[in-house]
């Protein structure tokens, strides 16, 4: 090694050139070096800044080894809240709860092997019912996989069919390029779950940051604007109609709040009756007049015979699914279908359909409503008198008319009671799966959208609790009611202590009939009243399990003492169970049995030994 | 007429897609996953990254089904993320679909100078040849090679390799 004393003068020690004379980077770009070195992150700080710039904020997770660098960089921060469930699958169903309320793309964090494949269920419903959902993964380092590591499980292989995208980042330079494009595409185009899985090396290496407005996916591009000569012709058919029908669905929803307002308005506009799936609840006021209710399985006769007897459909953000066409070569035969849907793969699904408008419910009905008006359109008055006194009397049956009872609480009366107590609070309401959530959709009115949360397609047992304390996490200051049943309660009570643990005065409104209530019904109409595995022999006490988690409990069993139970449960600023002892036998009517079509309903009690069920109908059960 | 009653009616048929994705890890999986998933049926299916400054990769797959299964299939292919384009060739004009196919026949005698006879015909090469076996290439469309080996079962047919079927749009438009 060398003195300084024979070094060439400028040089230091080390041999690095220093003064004018000799060559080195023009400062612009030694600057653009330097900015980018100090931008430098570990991939958990990225993932904290692409989540703030993504306007995140709340994560619903659990810890675990392989994603212990993001919790501790969680733990350094305080603009994103950290809401721990217990249980993965509760994180995801807490995710979609708070997206569904919002509108807002909710997030997930989980960790390596058993966290991943317990949020399989939760990915499958939201992917189900295209709710935005971004779910991180933990994974094992990337040297390791593929070697039955600790934890590992391959989640991206698990996920690719339950999820509309998933991502395995394998480079630290793709981390914050793949978050931004895992929100877009989740909240974008038809809504889905996306998983993004995170080795744990990835997490704790550095590297450059890229924010949102520099990402563009190569692929990507779902298509918003309708095509205008279909809409034109859509227009046309529906003008010309004489015994039209709206049939909408979630879509409505996921489209948003103006697209919600403009198909009340494009309703209004022409006059004609409209039906809602049972995603759709909320996409157009209940009290209206024009509003049919829920049609399907256990829709209401007048939605049903509508939708039989029409002669132009419109669905609109609707998929034409099983439980709502019932048998498909008898459904709705003598309609011209129109259906706008913002994804080209529900169209021709399980309906042909007539003139289909690939678009964003949104933009095609703003299209819809400009060419209405510029046409001056005027539908034929004489045939929707007509067409409305027909349904006027198919309405007359009353077709969610029970018997009523002094000494034991009807289910339905137990809804009705709820829904008039706490409407003046417009209240936010879940539900788990099965009887009461049908009674739920048929007796709860909602005027607006995102207050109603329930698991449509994947029909999940379970959602509604995890689902409330999202949507409460989301809405501190709103009444957030989890409509239940005992069975569904059970599959992910422990929720409970997440609820207690932040405070969140979720209410739980329990229709306890010791029955899996629906499981139940279909033994007694389709195998003889052979109550197989369907009875719950051992249920804990509600009251002391509520106790027992830091809640409050409260039991009901007589209908004169249910409305104090209810004001009750509305009283307490904290969770609430409250254990409602309902008519154990009680079935759920209307239903239109599996195998039949629109216009074969059983109506009640009374119907059921005079349409029995066929064989082919038993298998689509 | 609604096309309710029109769909009953519709019949089985065999279409060519060609769908042009990114060549990134699992995306043959997702595509393979979606036709099991749905039930669809896979005849014949080839992949191959066919531009390597965009890493796009070109998959040629056949399958069967009703109009309306087939309109569902390039939908649902549509759907998925790294899909760039889906072009149903059987619809979208005519294309030239080719296969190549690996045979090995093994025989002596007058049954091995005949598979070289057909294969003669049949412009098959000899790429492999042993005193008892020969292995012929062969390239041209589906029925083509089906043919060749139906011919070559009595001869001594030991064993059989096959590409798939790539196709292209014939005229001077890409896809």
Redesign the interface.
């Known amino acids: 090694m060398g003195t300084p004393a024979l070094l060439p003068s400028g040089t230091t020690p080390t041999g690095i050139v220093q003064g004018r004379s000799t060559p080195r980077a023009p400062p612009a770009l030694f600057e653009q070096v330097k900015a980018m070195v100090d931008q430098e992150k570990s991939g958990a700080e990225i993932i904290l800044k692409a989540l703030a710039d993504q306007g995140v904020d709340v994560l619903f997770g659990y810890p675990g080894g392989s994603v212990l660098p993001l919790y501790d960089e969680i733990f350094k921060q305080n603009h994103i809240r950290h809401i721990l469930v217990r249980h993965e699958q509760g994180a995801v169903h807490a995710a979609e709860g708070y997206a569904r309320s919002t509108g807002k793309v909710g997030v997930v964090l989980v960790t390596s092997g058993p966290g991943a494949t317990n949020a399989v269920t939760g990915l499958t419903d939201a992917m189900m019912d295209s709710i935005p959902v971004v779910c991180f993964t933990g994974q094992v380092p990337t040297h390791l996989i593929g070697n039955d590591a600790f934890q590992e499980a391959d989640t991206?292989?698990i996920t690719?069919?339950c999820t509309?995208?998933?991502y395995?980042v394998?480079k630290s330079e793709d981390l914050a390029r793949v978050i931004h494009e895992a929100f877009q595409?989740a909240s974008t185009g038809?809504p889905g779950p996306v998983v993004v899985d995170l080795p744990k090396d990835i997490l704790l290496r550095p590297a450059p940051y890229v924010p949102p407005t520099r990402v563009r996916?190569?692929?990507?591009r779902p298509q918003i604007k309708g095509d205008i000569k279909a809409i034109e012709e859509a227009v046309d058919l529906i003008a010309h109609a004489k015994r039209p029908i709206f049939y909408c669905g979630g879509g409505v929803i996921n489209s948003g709040p103006q697209a919600c307002q403009l198909l009340t308005q494009f309703t209004r506009l022409t006059g004609y009756p409209l039906t809602l799936t049972l995603m759709g609840l909320g996409a157009f006021p209940a009290s209206d007049p024009q509003f049919l209710g829920m049609l399907g399985m256990h829709g209401t006769y007048e939605a049903n015979l509508a939708m039989h007897n029409c002669d132009v459909m419109v669905a609109v953000g609707a998929r034409f699914d099983d439980r709502v066409t019932g048998r498909l070569?008898a459904?709705s035969?003598?309609?011209?279908?129109i259906q706008i849907d913002i994804?080209?793969?529900s169209?021709?699904?399980n309906?042909?359909?007539?003139l289909p408008i690939i678009g964003d419910v949104g933009h095609v009905l703003e299209d819809m409503i400009k060419v209405w008006k510029a046409r001056q359109c005027r539908p034929d008055q004489a045939a929707l008198a007509d067409w409305w006194k027909r349904i006027e009397e198919w309405r007359a049956r009353d077709c969610l008319h029970y018997e009523m009872s002094d000494t034991v609480i009807k289910p339905q009366y137990a809804i009705q009671r709820l829904y008039e107590l706490t409407r003046e609070r417009e209240p936010l309401i879940t539900t788990e799966v099965g009887q009461h959530q049908m009674w739920a959709a048929q007796f709860f009115k909602f005027e607006k959208p995102n207050q109603w949360m329930t698991s449509g397609g994947l029909g999940t047992m379970g959602y509604g609790l995890p689902a409330s304390i999202g949507v409460q996490v989301a809405h501190p200051g709103s009444l957030v009611v989890d409509i239940s049943g005992e069975a569904s309660f059970m599959m992910n009570l422990q929720e409970l202590a997440t609820a207690v643990q932040y405070r969140l005065p979720i209410k739980v409104f329990i229709l306890n009939n010791h029955y899996m209530g629906m499981v139940r019904q279909w033994q007694e109409l389709l195998h003889g009243g052979r109550y197989s595995e369907s009875y719950s022999e051992a249920l804990p006490d509600i009251v002391k399990l509520a106790e027992a988690f830091g809640a409050t409990g409260l039991r009901v069993e007589k209908p004169a003492e249910l409305d104090d139970t209810i004001r009750q449960m509305m009283a307490i600023d904290g969770p609430v169970l409250v254990d409602v002892r309902v008519d154990p036998s009680e079935n759920c009517f209307p239903m239109i049995p599996s195998g039949a079509p629109h216009y074969q309903m059983l109506l009640g009690p009374a119907d059921k030994e005079s349409q029995p069920i066929s064989k082919e109908g038993a298998i689509l059960v | 007429m609604s096309k309710t009653t029109a769909a009953a009616e519709q019949e089985l048929a065999c279409h060519t897609i060609s769908v042009l994705v990114d060549n990134e890890a699992g995306v043959l999986a997702r595509v393979i996953g979606l036709f099991s998933g749905r039930g669809y049926n896979i005849e014949s299916l080839t992949v191959a990254e066919v531009n390597t400054q965009e890493h796009l990769s070109r998959i040629t797959l056949v399958t069967r089904g009703t109009p309306m299964v087939i309109e569902q299939i390039k939908a649902q292919l549509g759907r998925l993320v790294p899909v760039h384009k889906v072009s149903d060739l059987t619809v979208e004009g005519p294309h030239v679909s080719r296969e190549l196919a690996l045979i090995k026949v093994s025989g002596a005698g007058e049954k091995r100078v005949e598979s070289l006879r057909i294969a003669d015909i049949f412009r098959a090469r000899v790429v492999d040849s042993t005193n008892s076996s020969f292995v012929f290439e062969i390239v041209g469309k589906t029925e083509k090679i089906n043919a060749f080996i139906a011919l070559m079962e009595p001869l001594g047919l030991a064993d059989v390799a096959r590409t798939g079927v790539a196709a292209i749009a014939r005229g001077c438009d890409p896809l």
């Open positions: 991206t292989g690719r069919q509309k995208h998933n395995l394998k595409v038809r996916h190569k692929s990507y070569d459904f035969p003598g309609a011209t279908k994804d080209p793969s169209v021709n699904k309906v042909p359909v007539d």
